[in-house]
Structures are given as C-alpha cells and as structure tokens.
C-alpha cells in the first residue's frame, strides 16, 4: 500500500486546514487508517483513525471536537479536517495505514504498517 499525504499548509491560529492521503488504490475495507503528527524535537504522536469497514472513529484528546477522520470509499482517501487550529498543532502529519487488529493499540506507530510521507502543518499565534 502506497500512501500519499497533501493538504498541509500554514494558516494563523483558529484556521482551519484538510489534510488528505491517497492510497496506492487497493481495496482498504479491512485496514485501520490513522493519522500521526510529529513537531521537532519530539515523538510521534497518534492524532486520529478511522477503521474503514465499521467507520468507527478515534481521537487523541487534544484535538477532539476541533479534528474530523473521515474516508471516502469511492476516491480511496482518507482526511483529516482540521478546525480551530493551534500553535500546538504545528507538526509534519502523517498518515498511516494497519491490517491488523490493532484495536487496543490504535495510536501506537508501531501498530501501522505502511507510511506516507508526511505533510507539514504550521500554527502561528
């Protein structure tokens, strides 16, 4: 699975951005998708995931109620709406994709398989 991230950006606090990735266009009804961020000096940090067949969604608590996972079974993509943006929320974003029941360690990027290349998003104050 080849996955491709775009939407990144910069935009002043309380903005708004969409994050997309695209996959290599295989069926992705048994795949968990999720979305990591990364800033400078620190680890990667899970954001969201979607599990595609149940559509069944997940947070970090930072972002919910600002963050949306969504994906789009016709075009093959998944986003990331991103609402009420912060300077905290600046990061390369990433997303990710499983085949495995990895229901229990959803936002651990060792649970997720295959990577896109990250897009970057900057918050200024």
């Known amino acids: 699975v080849q996955l491709q991230a775009s939407g990144g950006g910069a935009v002043q606090a309380g903005g708004s951005l969409r994050l997309s990735c695209t996959t290599s266009g295989r069926t992705l009804s048994g795949y968990t998708m999720g979305w990591f961020r990364q800033a400078p000096g620190k680890e990667r940090e899970f954001v969201a995931a979607?599990?595609?067949?149940?559509?069944?969604?997940y947070y970090v608590d930072s972002v919910k109620g600002r963050f949306t996972i969504s994906r789009d079974n016709t075009k093959k993509t998944v986003q990331l709406q991103m609402n009420s943006l912060k300077p905290g929320d600046t990061a390369v974003y990433y997303c990710a994709a499983s085949l495995r029941s990895i229901l229990s360690t959803i936002s651990l990027p060792t649970s997720y398989d295959y990577w896109g290349q990250g897009t970057q998003v900057t918050v200024s104050s």
């Open positions: 979607v599990r595609w067949r149940a559509g069944s969604t």
